[in-house]
């Protein structure tokens, strides 16, 4: 079979702010994942706790396990990850990394009238592959795109999806602001996630422009991201897209619930979005 991966050069990207993991909350009361409550047009739904590492097939475990190990050998040459243990990591980052697929799936078959079975996803800011090479371990029938800035990020990547013998993984170095703009790019993906790259409001015109008309956007967030939501409303309206589901996941982190924020592309971007590289971090919309 083909290994559909490729490395675009010359081309930087600038992630903005990053993501720094929030306090874990007091939990709240926890039902079925089909329980939705409504707010006005937005939905909120919780998940129950469970490892969704353990559901996956041995074979995927054992990539998972090769992607780990790499990510750590490779972790003291160069900065990946601030997690040295590899519970952590389990922990941390794979487990927070697969939570996002039941809402995402939920979501895709529910607003998007495609299959779910052969999404074309791109992971923006992507750096060690979290969440997108995980989702891409998970979901083996979908295509993601890595997008990713530094060359050595690249070569990790690339190193790791060797390893753990993957097909569906290509990896492009390139800025969110350039790509967004580039036709062959541009409006060509079925779901944009993010995860640690920045707040909404910057990851709306990062990631938006790239998905198509009926597709979503994922981001990946903290406990309670409520205002960050509602300080991103604007931008994420001009990006031609709007709030569809916040998704509470209680994750086995320390750091406790985690949410998918989805945000439906119901009108394509308008073209002057993205706007040149640095512009969306420095003055955000």
């Known amino acids: 079979m083909l290994v559909w991966r490729s490395i675009v050069p010359n081309i930087q990207f600038s992630p903005g702010n990053f993501f720094k993991h929030l306090p874990a909350s007091t939990p709240t009361s926890i039902c079925c994942p089909c329980n939705i409550i409504i707010t006005g047009t937005l939905f909120t739904t919780r ?23 790499t990510l750590l050998q490779w972790n003291q040459r160069m900065n990946l990850t601030a997690v040295t243990e590899v519970n952590e990591v389990m922990e941390r980052h794979i487990e927070d990394s697969l939570a996002i697929i039941p809402p995402m799936r939920s979501s895709y078959a529910s607003h998007c009238n495609d299959s779910v079975d052969s999404i074309n996803l791109v992971d923006v800011g992507s750096g060690a592959g979290l969440p997108g090479l995980i989702l891409a371990i998970a979901c083996p029938d979908w295509k993601v795109t890595l997008l990713e800035s530094m060359n050595k990020r690249c070569v990790f990547l690339e190193n790791a999806i060797g390893l753990a013998g993957l097909s569906n993984v290509r990896v492009v170095r390139g800025r969110a602001e350039n790509l967004g703009q ?42 309670d991201p409520q205002e960050e939501v509602k300080n991103a409303e604007r931008a994420i309206q001009m990006m031609g897209s709007s709030l569809l589901q916040l998704s509470s996941v209680e994750s086995h982190s320390p750091y406790g619930q985690r949410t998918a924020i989805i945000c439906l592309k119901d009108r394509p971007t308008p073209r002057k979005y993205p706007r040149d590289p640095g512009i969306p971090a420095k003055a955000p919309l």
């Open 182 to 223: 580039d036709l062959c790019f541009r409006e060509k993906f079925d779901v944009a996630v993010a995860r640690a790259v920045a707040e909404m409001r910057i990851l709306a015109e990062y990631c938006l422009p790239l998905v198509r008309v009926g597709g979503l956007f994922v981001a990946a967030k903290g406990h």
């Open 47 to 69: 998940a129950l706790r469970s490892s969704y590492f353990e559901s996956l097939a041995s074979h995927q475990k054992d990539q998972v396990h090769l992607y780990v190990d």
